[in-house]
């Protein structure tokens, strides 16, 4: 298999989510998709197979784990797609289901790829499992913004979405790991969303990622799109309208995602961003 890394959400190699991408891993098991993804060693690792024109199967995996879904190795793939047979129209086959991909070239001849996600819902976040996640991040009651309350979020995959009052709190992460790894294992958390609101259409998010076996995730398309979809349900945002996350600042690896949330509440979200080869 030819593994290709790029780096999705920014145009600075140095900067966004770094992801795995192999157009091509037809015959490959499963234990071979784990051993490149645990080789690779970023967040995710995509791997395509393709089976008719613009139509892929896509699979993603951590390097402890396959996910069902992962926006930013979807932007990362569209992107080296496009870059071998050109811009245009694709179908991205996943276990959460059929996702619409376009890429477009930009004035200064970059690939920008748009994906649109599943359809999106929210659910409630128990008390007690809300207090048990609060013990696990280290954060308290008080530092949670009352105008985003907690909810699960879902485009594809679940996230916890955690809204801080505060910049300030969203900038010390400091979580007990094993104990939120465990946590997300019992509910199938993929990662957990940690946002802020800088005004009515700017956030600034993290993602703790345990179940990659990583701290960190630095900018989660999945996790944007889900937000998306939780915005809209929840009446925080006046749609249609795109909203602007900003994520992987704290950890050096500024990233930027355009989430675009139509009116229709059925209606998936898009989620749009750059790659670029990864420089590592």
């Known amino acids: 298999m030819e593994i290709l890394r790029y780096v999705a959400f920014s145009t600075d190699p140095a900067g966004g989510n770094p992801a795995g991408v192999v157009l091509d891993a037809s015959g490959a098991s499963e234990r071979d998709l784990l051993a490149v993804a645990a080789e690779v060693g970023f967040s995710e690792t995509a791997f395509v197979v393709p089976v008719g024109e613009g139509v892929l199967d896509v699979r993603y995996f951590s390097p402890l784990a396959e996910v069902p879904f992962c926006g930013h190795a979807t932007i990362a793939t569209a992107v080296a797609y496009a870059e071998r047979h050109g811009v245009g ?10 996702v619409r ?3 477009t070239r930009a004035e200064d001849g970059s690939v920008v790829a748009t994906l649109v996600s599943v359809e999106p819902t929210t659910e409630e976040l128990g008390a ?6 609060l013990g696990a991040l280290r954060w308290s009651r008080d530092d949670l913004d009352p105008a985003l309350p907690p909810r699960v979020a879902y485009a594809g995959a679940r996230h ?10 969203l900038a010390e992460l400091a ?14 958390w993929t990662t957990v969303d940690l946002v802020w609101r800088e005004s009515a259409t700017v956030f600034h998010a ?5 179940p990659g076996g990583v701290v960190e995730d630095p900018a989660t398309g999945a996790a944007a799109a889900a937000f998306g979809g939780y915005l809209r349900e929840l009446q925080l945002v006046d749609v249609p309208c795109e909203v602007t996350v ?3 600042y704290d950890m050096g690896r500024p990233g930027t995602i355009r989430v675009g949330i139509p009116a229709d509440p059925g209606a998936g979200v898009s989620v749009t961003g750059t790659a670029v080869p990864y420089a590592g």
């Not at 916890?160 to 709190?169: C, F, W």
């Not at 979580?175 to 199938?188: C, I, Q, S």
Request: no cysteine.
């Open 160 to 169: 916890p979405v955690i809204a801080s009052a505060t910049r300030e709190r």
């Open 89 to 98: 129209e694709l179908v991205f086959r996943t276990k959460a289901g059929d």
């Open 101 to 103: 991909v376009s890429t």
């Open 246 to 248: 900003h994520q992987g």
């Open 175 to 188: 979580y007990d790991m094993p104990a939120l790894a465990g946590l997300m294992a019992r509910f199938e």
């Open 206 to 210: 993290r993602n703790p990622f345990p």
């Open 128 to 133: 007690d499992v809300l207090g048990e996640l």
